[in-house]
């Protein structure tokens, strides 16, 4: 990325949190959680391994979060070619954060790309209102529940998909009208060169191997 459009996209961040913090206060809604923590989980297509070494993480209350021990990057088998909205998460022992995201920030290994990638999330005023406000399923009767799971697809080409899980499904799928996502590698990146979990090198296992046999990169619609 020039300069120039990096400038631009962190003006772009700054407006969109400010902004988001500006209307909160005028319409006087807390932008902290009501519940204990929330979760995020990352995922990866099948056969198509990922891995994330390193998070950063900053909420709602300012609260600076570095993650360096993470849950393990959950494989999907039922999602081959392109991302299925029903994905499901749950309780982490480690991805887990007091209020609503801000931003997050890490450092993930692409084994199918077989390259590191750096990605920066910044999410804002209507994710965090849907992650505040008690929802209740079609039919659920009186149980009300907050939507505290979030979680990240990774695919080839540095690909993410991040929703926001409901306890009824489909999942809700956040869009660039609602996040801003940044994905570079090389020499482009700023945090994670070194932080790669494959210091010898990449190799495929044999289930990639026999699963890209005569398919098409990037594997699918992501």
Not at 23 to 31: D, F, G, H, P
Not at 32 to 58: G, I, K, M, Q, R
Not at 174 to 198: H, P
Request: aromatic share 14%; with cysteine; glycine share 8%.
């Amino acid at each position: 990325m020039k300069i120039t459009a990096k400038i631009i996209y962190r003006l772009t961040i700054a407006l969109m949190i400010a902004g988001s913090v500006q209307t909160a206060a005028k319409e006087k809604i807390s932008l902290l959680a009501p519940y204990d923590e929330w979760y995020f989980n990352f995922f990866y297509p099948n056969s198509l391994p990922a891995e994330v070494t390193y998070v950063e993480l900053l909420d709602t209350d300012g609260i600076y979060y570095q993650f360096r021990t993470l849950d393990s990057t959950i494989p999907v088998s039922t999602t081959i070619g392109q991302w299925q909205e029903n994905l499901s998460g749950g309780m982490t022992a480690f991805n887990k954060a007091k209020n609503p995201p801000m931003s997050i920030h890490f450092c993930w290994d692409s084994v199918i790309d077989k390259k590191v990638y750096e990605t920066w999330i910044t999410l804002a005023g209507e994710v965090w209102k849907l992650m505040l406000t008690p929802y209740s399923p079609p039919g659920g009767g009186s149980e009300k529940y907050y939507l505290r799971y979030l979680l990240i697809g990774l695919a080839p080409e540095g690909k993410i998909g991040v929703w926001l899980e409901k306890p009824d499904k489909p999942n809700i799928r956040l869009t660039d009208k609602q996040i801003l996502i940044e994905t570079v590698s090389g020499e482009k990146m700023e945090m994670c060169n070194g932080r790669s979990a494959y210091k010898h090198g990449y190799s495929y296992p044999e289930s990639t191997k026999n699963f890209i046999k005569d398919k098409k990169y990037p594997y699918g619609n992501w």
